[in-house]
């Protein structure tokens, strides 16, 4: 005979945010002790967590993850899915010991396409990440990078490819 046990139910909420002027969110979102800039955008199904600053202008498209220690700076846009990782695994599992976890910082005017993956790492200013890519290293050189891992394919003026 099984128990029905009753799960502990937690509802998505937006909860000790600040937020710039301008900003705009469609909720549903899980939006906590972050900081929004000035005119961003927020679709839905996003999670922001304790500490991410989202810069003035940015735009964090549906289904996003955003773990603590991210910074995303001015006029980006992020793409619908994408994830960040704060967490390498190191043991062989998710650490719950922040100590444990690594910062993310990204530059201004980064374009980030869907259903990309950003480990811990820092993103120069002036870059696109093609859709899907996996970035697991700190990218120092404006450009489109693309792949798994992504690698840089070409800068982002066509007359100098």
């Not at 969110?25 to 939006?31: Q, S």
């Not at 900081?35 to 199904?45: N, R």
């Not at 793409?79 to 960040?84: D, E």
């Not at 374009?111 to 950003?118: E, F, M, P």
Request: net charge negative.
């Amino acid at each position: 005979m099984s128990i029905n046990h009753q799960p502990r139910i937690i509802s998505a909420s937006i909860r000790d945010v600040q937020f710039g002027t301008s900003v705009t969110v469609i909720e549903p979102v899980n939006l906590y002790e972050c900081e929004i800039g000035d005119g961003a955008f927020v679709g839905p199904f996003v999670e922001i967590q304790r500490g991410v600053k989202i810069g003035a202008r940015t735009r964090v498209q549906s289904h996003c993850f955003v773990c603590e220690l991210v910074s995303v700076g001015e006029d980006c846009f992020i793409g619908h899915g994408v994830m960040f990782v704060n967490d390498l695994f190191r043991g062989g599992g998710a650490s719950s010991d922040p100590a444990d976890w690594k910062p993310t910082k990204i530059g201004n005017r980064v374009s980030i396409g869907s259903n990309a993956t950003l480990l811990p790492v820092s993103v120069c200013d002036n870059v696109v990440i093609g859709a899907g890519a996996v970035v697991t290293k700190d990218i120092v050189q404006p450009g489109v990078y693309c792949g798994n891992p992504a690698k840089y394919l070409r800068s982002l003026r066509a007359e100098e490819s």
